[in-house]
């Protein structure tokens, strides 16, 4: 991303951490050779201007369950065999 900028609250309370990022005006700075914008182009400029951001999985058990899908890579192994 070559524009905007990220904001992040981190929160270390009662023995927990919490994570929450808003990055204005969006997610994807695309624009196509016709003009058209990803969905994504200024789809966070509302969070940002409530002073809002979403909440972020920080640790392992918080991303496994937020996950849609995953990938699992081994070293030293072809996928082909």
């Known amino acids: 991303m070559n524009r905007g900028t990220q904001n992040d609250l981190i929160t270390f309370r009662d023995g927990a951490v919490t994570f929450c990022a808003v990055t204005?005006?969006?997610q994807s700075g695309?624009?196509?050779p016709d003009?058209?914008?990803s969905p994504h182009?200024?789809?966070q400029?509302?969070?940002?201007g409530r002073f809002a951001c979403r909440p972020q999985a920080l640790l392992r058990e918080d991303v496994l369950t937020?996950?849609?899908d995953s990938v699992t890579f081994v070293i030293g192994t072809?996928?082909?065999d």
């Not at 400029?45 to 940002?48: G, N």
């Open 35 to 37: 003009g058209g914008k």
């Open 78 to 80: 072809d996928p082909r």
């Open 45 to 48: 400029m509302a969070l940002y």
């Open 30 to 32: 695309f624009v196509g």
């Open 41 to 43: 182009h200024d789809d």
């Open 66 to 68: 937020v996950a849609r």
């Open 24 to 26: 204005p005006p969006g």
